[in-house]
């Protein structure tokens, strides 16, 4: 099977395009698949909406099922993950001195997701500290767990990190969590086509990935499962036709969440295509070449800023780290102006951000990039800093 190449892909050839990680990047053949279901609705919206959208999501999502080892009645689209999990947290019931317990390296929307649904129900959001640089999986459980209380009524973890770029080891607590009847909920945001995924085996309860970041779908593209047991309890946040249906499928759950009345479904609709891709392009070859120009490209700005890594390096690097990465900078960074200078002076498209008080810089490797592109930020970083 070929390996994909930046050729593939609708990116501006003027850029070194490092930030995979953020919104994806479509490759030619699945925009163009994309842009034909518009086409086919336009030419008849009531027939595309009304008759054919049925049918078509739900081979979508039996193609989507069968890429994270899911059933098709237990997955439903989603824009993106932070929609998904508006629904779960409205979905709950909160009482005063409830506790939902994460880390404080979860993702700034679902921070404050959550936040406001404590806030609303004198809940408690507690974070717990995982200090960098990381150390051991096992570390990492203890930590978490031993915040665990008889009030813990949701344990929220990332299966990996958007500002932090880190893999956790979230199976052993999402068991642990089940085990003591609290609610195990994982954002997979970054995983989907990044690292492998079998949901089913995780021991959560629910989950929600992005298909428009590692998979390459057109944006607005994400999904959740959720196990069985739990999906009676997760409230549309939308009532529409689903709900009481007329035409009921095998699953209340998907009736219930997939149709929200009139929209474009084209990016979900497009899922089979992007996964065309990914199976035609030798996946595992993309993201084994994608880990080791990640890792390179962290040594290089590593050995540039003679700053220590945030994760483990060899041999233990696939614990934490897949083709995604936040590399140290200098403590005196302005984040805003690098990364501003990065694009305007080099056109280098990569997150600089500080995490708490460290300024990190995330770099993405995937089927579009080559060593050049790690090599460009480390020349520009050289020049800037």
């Known amino acids: 099977m070929p390996v994909p190449s930046r050729e593939d892909f609708l990116i501006d050839p003027s850029?070194?395009?490092l930030n995979h990680g953020s919104f994806g990047a479509v490759p030619r053949d699945v925009f163009d698949a994309y842009q034909d279901l518009q086409l086919q609705m336009e030419r008849n919206p009531v027939e595309w909406l009304g008759r054919r959208a049925d049918p078509l999501l739900a081979a979508a999502r039996k193609?989507?099922?069968t890429f994270v080892g899911a059933s098709a009645d237990d997955v439903v689209f989603f824009p993106n993950p932070t929609t998904a999990i508006n629904m779960v947290a409205n979905s709950l019931e909160l009482h005063r001195g409830?506790?939902?317990l994460t880390t404080d390296h979860e993702y700034g929307a679902m921070d404050r997701t959550w936040r406001k649904r404590c806030a609303a129900s004198s809940a408690e959001y507690v974070r717990v500290p995982i200090p960098l640089p990381v150390t051991s999986a096992a570390d990492f459980v203890e930590r978490v767990w031993d915040s665990v209380t008889p009030r813990t009524k949701v344990l929220f973890l990332s299966h990996l990190t958007s500002a932090t770029a880190l893999i956790f080891p979230v199976q052993e607590l999402c068991r642990r969590a089940?085990?003591?009847?609290i609610l195990a909920v994982v954002d997979g945001a970054h995983v989907p086509g990044h690292i492998p995924?079998?949901?089913?085996?995780?021991?959560c309860d629910i989950y929600?990935?992005?298909?428009?970041?590692?998979?390459?779908?057109?944006?607005?593209?994400?999904?959740?499962?959720?196990?069985?047991?739990?999906?009676?309890?997760l409230q549309p946040l939308v009532v529409s036709w689903g709900w009481e249906s007329d035409?009921?499928?095998?699953?209340?759950?998907?009736?219930h969440h997939e149709w929200q009345g009139t929209r474009d479904l084209s990016a979900f609709l497009a899922t089979p295509a992007a996964l065309d891709f990914v199976d035609a392009h030798d996946w595992p070859a993309v993201q084994a070449e994608g880990h080791r120009r990640t890792l390179a490209c962290r040594r290089a700005v590593n050995e540039l800023t003679g700053l220590d890594p945030i994760s483990p390096d060899e041999p233990s690097d696939h614990e934490w780290i897949g083709q995604l990465a936040s590399i140290r900078l200098p403590s005196a960074v302005d984040v805003a102006v690098l990364k501003r200078?990065?694009?305007?002076?080099?056109?280098?498209?990569?997150?600089?951000?500080?995490?708490?008080?460290?300024?990190?810089?995330?770099?993405s490797f995937t089927a579009h990039n080559t060593d050049a592109d790690g090599e460009a930020l480390v020349a520009a970083l050289r020049a800037l800093l």
């Open 63 to 65: 193609r989507l099922a």
């Open 178 to 181: 089940r085990a003591a009847g």
């Open 208 to 233: 929600t990935g992005a298909l428009h970041k590692w998979v390459c779908a057109p944006k607005g593209n994400s999904f959740l499962w959720a196990r069985r047991e739990v999906q009676p309890m």
């Open 341 to 363: 200078r990065l694009f305007d002076e080099y056109r280098v498209e990569a997150p600089v951000h500080r995490w708490g008080d460290e300024p990190l810089v995330r770099v």
């Open 197 to 203: 995924l079998d949901v089913s085996a995780l021991d």
């Open 247 to 255: 035409h009921p499928s095998d699953s209340q759950f998907v009736d």
């Open 15 to 17: 850029i070194v395009f």
């Open 98 to 100: 409830d506790q939902v």
